[in-house]
């Protein structure tokens, strides 16, 4: 039977291939539709590969609850991690590309001001920049902040270059990509329905040269890869409303972070457990995110919304990436982390290069040399 493209456009996809009984046949299958999914056949079609992408298309996933921040010096230590300045620019450039082509704004270029909680990170920051003066440069200005609205008491620094991606309007955009590409279903793909030969695996009417699964933190239950060191983590976002900073267009960071939306309407966070039941928001998680929030400003925040979701991350947050050293018609890209939306464009681009032409995964995150 021939599959025309006006048939394959939809979300409902498989149940027409299956009830037609015909085999659709592709270059690369990709389970889940994340960011990871999405950056990945997004390579792939861009280089004339045929992808069908499979998501179970639910809610409240690591990339649908993050709040997709694109933060150059990180965390309490302020490190800028080896190959940060790569990896930013190539996130930009492929987020520009991407807003050019749809007419849509996606990525927000957010200052953000940094506040230090103590003098511990006071001291830290001034022994990085007088190490690396040219490197820090790049990325921080002085600090201007109204300090009657934000709690400073040792200062703080403005971070330059980040900003945040509307990771929501970012994976419908993808969606339309490849439904529009006929690359796009609905459906659960389980390890367990696959049936592997030498060069192709084979689901249900799907007949692919390669599997890739990205499944964010569910991959620790994919039998192929759950022998990883998992480290997946629960986290919680807010949605707050407050009367002030009623003119703060930048993000406020202080341990925790607190993103201005418009109307007095902020989102909030974050948490990182590691102990969970499952992935629901819990009072403890909420709580935690007040207190943050406390930390940043004495404003009284009226909590508008709150969810949660498992960040997928691996070992100390690494992305790994790569065929399965026994099934090499099975791969893998995941751990993106809380870092995803910064580095997951170039890993993704690294890992279509490794797949169509074999070029080496970047060692930090190739599941071979770090795991086999
Ligand atoms: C609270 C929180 C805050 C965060 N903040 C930030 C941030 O500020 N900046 C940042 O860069 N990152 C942040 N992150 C991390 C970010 O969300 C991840 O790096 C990234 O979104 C992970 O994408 P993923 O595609 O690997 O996983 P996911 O988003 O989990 O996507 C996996 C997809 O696969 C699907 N799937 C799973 N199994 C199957 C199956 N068997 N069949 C079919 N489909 C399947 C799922 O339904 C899902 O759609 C945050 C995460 C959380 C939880």
Redo the contacts with the bound molecule.
């Keep these: 039977m021939h599959l025309n493209e006006k048939f394959l456009a939809s979300p409902k996809l498989l149940e027409r291939i299956c009830a037609s009984r015909s085999v659709l046949k592709v270059d690369y299958l990709i389970?889940?539709?994340?960011?990871?999914?999405?950056l990945l056949s997004w390579q792939l079609l861009s280089r004339g590969k045929r992808v069908l992408v499979?998501?179970?298309?639910?809610e409240g996933?690591?990339?649908?609850?993050?709040?997709?921040?694109?933060t150059p010096i990180a965390g309490s230590r302020f490190n800028i991690p080896d190959g940060m300045e790569r990896n930013l620019n190539f996130a930009k450039k492929f987020y520009w590309d991407l807003e050019e082509s749809s007419g849509l704004t996606l990525f927000h270029h957010v200052r953000i001001a940094r506040l230090f909680q103590n003098e511990k990170e006071v001291a830290t920051w001034q022994k990085r920049i007088a190490e690396s003066p040219e490197r820090y440069k790049e990325f921080y200005e002085k600090l201007t902040i109204d300090s009657s609205q934000f709690h400073l008491p040792h200062g703080g620094f403005e971070m330059c270059q980040s900003g945040?991606l509307d990771?929501p309007a970012f994976l419908e955009q993808m969606r339309q990509i490849l439904l529009e590409r006929a690359a796009y279903a609905i459906?659960?793909?389980?390890p367990a329905d696959i049936v592997t030969h030498e060069n192709s695996v084979q689901w249900k009417n799907v007949e692919a040269g390669t599997i890739v699964f990205?499944?964010?933190?569910?991959g620790c239950q994919n039998e192929y890869f759950d022998w990883l060191p998992w480290n997946p983590a629960?986290?919680?976002?807010l949605d707050i409303k407050m009367k002030n900073p009623s003119n703060e267009s930048r993000i406020v960071n202080r341990g925790g972070w607190i993103l201005p939306r418009g109307e007095n309407v902020f989102r909030a966070?974050?948490t990182y457990d590691h102990d969970f039941a499952n992935a629901s928001p819990t009072e403890t998680g909420k709580e935690e995110v007040l207190e943050k929030i406390a930390r940043i400003t004495g404003e009284e925040p009226e909590v508008i919304s709150h969810r949660?979701?498992?960040?997928?991350s691996i070992r100390r947050s690494q992305i790994i990436m790569g065929r399965h050293p026994k099934h090499r018609s099975i791969a893998f890209f995941?751990g993106?982390?809380?870092?995803?939306?910064?580095n997951?464009p170039w890993h993704a681009h690294c890992l279509a290069d490794h797949l169509l032409s074999n070029k080496p995964i970047p060692e930090s995150a190739d599941l071979q040399s770090n795991f086999v």
């Design positions: 389970v889940g539709q994340g960011l990871a999914g999405s499979v998501d179970r298309d639910e996933t690591s990339s649908k609850v993050a709040a997709g921040l694109v945040w990771l459906g659960v793909v389980r990205c499944q964010g933190w569910e629960r986290g919680d976002v966070g974050s949660s979701a498992i960040r997928p995941n993106l982390g809380s870092k995803g939306v910064l997951g």
